[in-house]
Nanobody, 125 residues
Framework: QVQLVESGGGLVQAGGSLRLSCAASGITVGFYTMSWYRQAPGQQRELVGS?????????????NYGDSVKGRFTISRDDAKNTVYLQMNSLNPEDTAVYYC?????????????WGQGTQVTVSS
């Protein structure tokens, strides 16, 4: 059974930082594209950023980010802990949302797509 468990959310003041964690079981995160999404009240779920599968020799996959978080958020992956992180700096109230972890991959036969339960991030002004 696949589980993605997010943690690290909470209440922070504008300008502050938080680090979210996504601990995976039942899959190996290094074999998946791992993404963070967020959804604010009344808004559609949006992609925050992703880290690709693979990587070797101490490096992990390549990353990409949404325009609204570039330069402020960083995704990283610890294969030994089977965990993905989202480091969020310079937070502002517009970053308030439920943050979700996603693991995805595909073969010629099937698409695999898993979601965590989400963790709330609230940024006060």
């Amino acid at each position: 059974q696949v589980q993605l468990v997010e943690s690290g959310g909470g209440l922070v003041q504008a300008g502050g930082s938080l680090r979210l964690s996504c601990a995976a079981s039942g899959i190996t995160v290094g074999f998946y594209t791992m993404s963070w999404y967020r959804q604010a009240p009344g808004q559609q779920r949006e992609l925050v950023g992703s880290i690709s599968s693979g990587g070797s020799g101490g490096s992990t996959g390549s990353t990409n980010y949404g325009d609204s978080v570039k330069g402020r958020f960083t995704i990283s992956r610890d294969d030994a802990k089977n965990t993905v992180y989202l480091q969020m700096n310079s937070l502002n109230p517009e970053d308030t949302a439920v943050y979700y972890c996603n693991a995805a991959t595909r073969t010629i036969f099937k698409t695999y797509d898993y979601w965590g339960q989400g963790t709330q991030v609230t940024v006060s002004s």
